[in-house]
């Protein structure tokens, strides 16, 4: 049993060392191949290196055995980034398509820019956010878009609104205020170009303006001349009294007096 024992571990060891010799392997390189494989990729282009040579006297045998089926190949350059390889090609292809895109992308981001631009300017659903609309005409014409909420005879006297009503000057401002105000909404709303619509703002609120003017000079001179009917009224009054007491005795007028105050 024991010596089957020393057997077989000898036999283990021979067979390892024998194992580690076989690895022991030696790279055979030839210089022909290595010189063909940096002709191919990236070293400098060198035809001395080229081989084999011709020799001396172009007696060199392998040389006519190697290329002499095919001559030219030695003066090609065939190294992919060479000056007209196709690697170096490809990378000028890409490099004009990279400036093409970019170019192209310029392009199409100017005509988006333009084009948000042109609609921010002409479209009228952006005609709220437009500054000079935020800033000043809607602070001078917000009277005119609350018309409907607004009551035009804020301020007056019964009896001047009705004779502004019974006069008909009450609808006329009512038509006059409606008609400038659909103006306006439609001035908001419609595609136009920015500047024709500031025009238009401008316009309106000059005739807006003088409309104001217009209502407020009715509405002073109703109440004027409302006031001057009470008075004639009153003096017509005093008149109509000083006349009827004329030829009249003590005791009449006294009885009138008396008359007047029972009622």
Do not use: C
């Not at 479209?123 to 956010?129: F, L, M, R």
């Amino acid at each position: 049993m024991f010596k089957l024992f020393k057997v077989t571990l000898y036999l283990l060891l021979v067979a390892s060392s024998l194992d580690l010799h076989g690895q022991n392997v030696k790279y055979q390189t030839d210089k022909h191949v290595v010189n063909q494989q940096e002709r191919m990729v990236f070293k400098q282009w060198n035809r001395k290196k080229f081989t084999p040579t011709r020799g001396f006297l172009s007696l060199n045998y392998q040389y006519w055995l190697t290329w002499g089926l095919h001559p030219n190949y030695p003066k090609t350059d065939l190294r992919p980034l060479s000056v007209v390889g196709p690697q170096s090609r490809r990378l000028l292809m890409v490099a004009a398509m990279r400036s093409t895109e970019e170019a192209y992308k310029l392009h199409a981001d100017t005509l988006r820019n333009t084009a948000l631009s042109e609609t921010a300017n002409y479209a009228g659903i952006a005609s709220q956010t437009d500054p000079l609309w935020q800033l000043y005409y809607k602070k001078e014409f917000q009277d005119l878009l609350d018309f409907n909420q607004a009551d035009p005879f804020e301020g007056l006297e019964p009896q001047v609104k009705d004779y502004l009503e019974q006069g008909g000057s009450g609808d006329w401002y009512r038509q006059e205020s409606q008609m400038l105000r659909e103006r306006l909404e439609a001035a908001r709303t419609t595609n136009l170009d920015r500047g024709s619509r500031i025009i238009a703002y401008h316009r309106m609120l000059g005739e807006y303006r003088k409309l104001l003017a217009i209502w407020d000079t009715k509405r002073q001179r109703a109440t004027l001349y409302l006031s001057i009917k009470d008075k004639v009224k009153e003096l017509q009054e005093s008149t109509t009294v000083a006349k009827a007491t004329l030829g009249k005795s003590d005791l009449q007028i006294a009885d009138d007096i008396l008359s007047r105050a029972k009622l």
